[in-house]
């Protein structure tokens, strides 16, 4: 699989949940805190290519996949190598 990336924020808990999900899974990732990186929502409707309120926004390689529930669903039951 691609790597994941993860934007997401200091003491979010779905933040964590999707960053343990890929851990728990084995998969090569990126978590990028948008606070330390100085990111707006305008950046990250930029990087999505569509408004976002929420974090975390999860991407597989370029592939938007959404929120953390939208990744737990694209990934949770499927075999992965």
Known sequence: MDKVTIYGKPTCPYCDRAVELCERKGFAYEYI????????????????????????????????IGGYTDFYDHVAYRDWE
């Open 33 to 64: 805190d948008i606070l330390e990186k100085g990111m707006s929502t305008a950046d990250l409707h930029e990087i999505v290519g569509k408004p976002v309120r929420t974090v975390p926004q999860i991407f597989i390689g370029s592939q938007h």
